[in-house]
């Protein structure tokens, strides 16, 4: 399910809604890139461990 939580046109009903700001769309490429990141660390973690235990 994806609603937003904040509405912006004049149905928001509270009054602490309509003073909210539109919600900010997320970045694709920069997700991207932290996965790639987290993927290497992750990668480069398990070597190093690997071939601290096997030598």
């Known amino acids: 399910m994806t609603r937003r939580l904040v509405l912006t046109n004049e149905s928001a009903r509270h009054p602490f809604r309509q003073t909210l700001p539109p919600p900010v ?4 490429r920069k997700r991207d890139d932290e996965d790639w990141k987290l993927f290497l660390l992750s990668f480069a973690a398990f070597f190093t461990c690997f071939y601290t235990l096997i030598f």
């Open 25 to 28: 769309t997320p970045d694709v």
